[in-house]
């Protein structure tokens, strides 16, 4: 490869011999053991679809886009998915701007065969009319510097710039009903794709004779390293894809370790891809709550605060009016209480001197309620003369 033929030109004899004398140790020139990946870093754009990774030292852009397209004619109800990459000299200075390298091609096939042959994006969801039109997903990606090991880093920027890419909604109108309509996001939400699974890229390094292997190789290990394994696998552990480029055979033995170790580590980082989707998911999802600006509030305020104090004065009037009429109501209430209880006392008085008729206010010698025979015999019981009683007759 030509990458790789540049880094050895600029790499000396010392610094290959040191690199596997080092290896033999395992140990590596960046303090990593021969198993250990690199930190990985996970970052989205504002815009849908756009990611950005980082892989030690190196760093890949990714981007998603979609048009309406016609289909295949052998398949007719599926959309398509192409990757694109773009090699810059400042990334590299072995990359040449115009026209693709061989390193650039290869780097295409590999994240586009992951993806293919293991059916990860579902491509007959992306259908609009059979054998008319269909969405074309384009990925590009774009690197930004070469650390080495750009294959895992490009197939990691493409895996988030898919789940974070969301197509347009459209719908079918016309007089004859085939007519396509492509609704802009402020009128209808544009949907994500149905992604079944993520097939994530590991690449393995065999350095020296003795073919040491390393996973995750930086930009100087690939400068002496003699053949490469990618292995393409899910969480799951199912492998999806796997490539052998450059340098002698291997045995069944290692590249069956190396299946093992891509496994786990194929698990890891989709558990980061993952977390990093979900914490992008959240922020989008706030972000479209809608504020009002602080001008536009403070013109709102004002009459509310003027319609609050007609309320609260409204109020304020109807309670003055009610205690009002519970004042009348309760001296009349009083004025009633008042009258029922001198009918009451009328009432008493008139009983009590019904009950006493002939007592000291009714001793009245005309008064009809008086009994002259039973005046008499009272006295006379009592021990008066009749001369007393004649008086009284009188």
Same mark, same amino acid.
């Given at each position: 490869?030509?990458?790789?033929?540049?880094?050895?030109?600029?790499?000396?004899?010392?610094?290959?011999k040191?690199i596997?004398?080092?290896?033999?140790?395992?140990?590596?020139i960046?303090?990593?053991?021969?198993?250990?990946?690199?930190?990985?870093t996970?970052?989205?754009?504002?815009?849908?679809g756009?990611?950005e990774?980082?892989?030690?030292?190196?760093?890949?852009m990714g981007?998603?886009?979609?048009?309406?397209?016609?289909?295949y004619?052998?398949r007719?109800?599926e959309?398509t998915?192409s990757?694109?990459?773009?090699f810059?000299?400042?990334?590299?200075?072995s990359?040449?701007?115009?026209?693709?390298t061989?390193?650039?091609?290869?780097?295409?096939?590999v994240?586009?065969?992951?993806?293919r042959?293991?059916?990860?994006v579902?491509?007959?969801?992306?259908c609009v009319?059979?054998g008319?039109?269909v969405?074309s997903i384009r990925?590009?990606?774009h690197?930004?510097d070469?650390?080495? %090991?750009?294959?895992?880093?490009a %197939?990691?920027?493409a895996l988030?710039?898919l789940l974070?890419?969301r197509?347009?909604? $459209?719908?079918?109108?016309?007089?004859?009903?085939q007519?396509?309509?492509v609704h802009?996001?402020?009128v209808r939400e544009?949907?994500?794709? +149905?992604?079944?699974?993520?097939p994530?890229?590991?690449?393995f390094?065999?350095i020296?004779?003795?073919?040491?292997v390393?996973?995750?190789?930086?930009h100087f290990e690939e400068?002496?390293?003699g053949?490469?394994?990618?292995?393409?696998?899910?969480?799951?552990?199912?492998?999806c894809? +796997?490539?052998?480029?450059?340098?002698?055979g291997?045995?069944?033995?290692? +590249?069956?370790? $190396?299946?093992? +170790?891509?496994?786990?580590?194929a698990?890891?980082?989709?558990?980061?891809?993952?977390k990093?989707?979900d914490?992008?998911?959240?922020e989008?999802?706030l972000?479209?709550?809608?504020?009002q600006?602080?001008s536009?509030?403070?013109?709102v305020?004002?009459? %509310?605060?003027?319609?609050v104090?007609e309320?609260?004065?409204?109020?304020?009037?109807?309670?003055?009016?009610?205690?009002?009429e519970?004042?009348?109501?309760?001296s009349?209430?009083?004025?009633?209480?008042?009258? &029922?209880?001198?009918q009451?006392?009328?009432?008493?008085?008139?009983?009590?001197?019904?009950s006493f008729?002939?007592g000291?206010?009714?001793?009245?010698?005309y &008064?009809?309620?008086v009994?002259?025979?039973?005046?008499?015999?009272?006295?006379? &019981?009592?021990?008066?003369?009749?001369?007393e009683?004649?008086?009284?007759?009188?």
């Open positions: 490869m030509e990458q790789r033929l540049a880094n050895t030109w600029r790499m000396t004899v010392n610094e290959k040191f596997e004398t080092a290896l033999h140790s395992d140990l590596r960046d303090g990593r053991r021969p198993f250990d990946y690199r930190e990985l996970v970052k989205f754009g504002r815009e849908d756009s990611s990774v980082q892989l030690g030292l190196t760093h890949v981007f998603v886009s979609s048009q309406l397209v016609q289909p004619r052998d007719p109800n959309g998915l990757v694109y990459t773009e810059s000299p400042m990334a590299d200075p990359f040449e701007a115009g026209r693709p061989e390193s650039a091609v290869e780097l295409g096939r994240i586009d065969r992951g993806l042959e293991s059916r990860a579902d491509t007959e969801s992306l009319v059979s008319k039109f969405w990925i590009d990606l690197i930004l070469n650390g080495g %090991n750009l294959v895992d880093a %197939n990691i920027a988030a710039a974070t890419f197509r347009p909604e $459209c719908s079918l109108g016309g007089e004859d009903g007519e396509v309509i802009p996001p402020e544009p949907l994500p794709l +149905i992604i079944h699974h993520l994530v890229a590991v690449t390094a065999f020296g004779d003795e073919n040491m390393v996973i995750d190789p930086t400068g002496i390293m053949g490469r394994l990618t292995a393409t696998l899910n969480a799951n552990g199912d492998l894809a +796997i490539q052998k480029a450059g340098g002698d291997v045995m069944q033995s290692v +590249i069956m370790q $190396c299946l093992r +170790i891509a496994s786990v580590k698990a890891d980082i989709t558990a980061k891809i993952r990093a989707v914490s992008y998911n959240t989008r999802a972000s479209k709550i809608r504020r600006p602080a536009v509030a403070v013109q305020t004002e009459p %509310n605060q003027i319609e104090k309320l609260i004065s409204k109020h304020k009037e109807k309670l003055m009016l009610k205690s009002e519970g004042g009348a109501s309760h009349d209430d009083m004025e009633i209480e008042a009258q &029922s209880s001198e009451d006392k009328s009432r008493r008085r008139d009983s009590t001197s019904k008729v002939g000291p206010l009714s001793w009245d010698p &008064s009809k309620g009994d002259f025979e039973e005046l008499q015999a009272s006295i006379a &019981s009592r021990g008066g003369t009749c001369r009683a004649r008086e009284i007759k009188i």
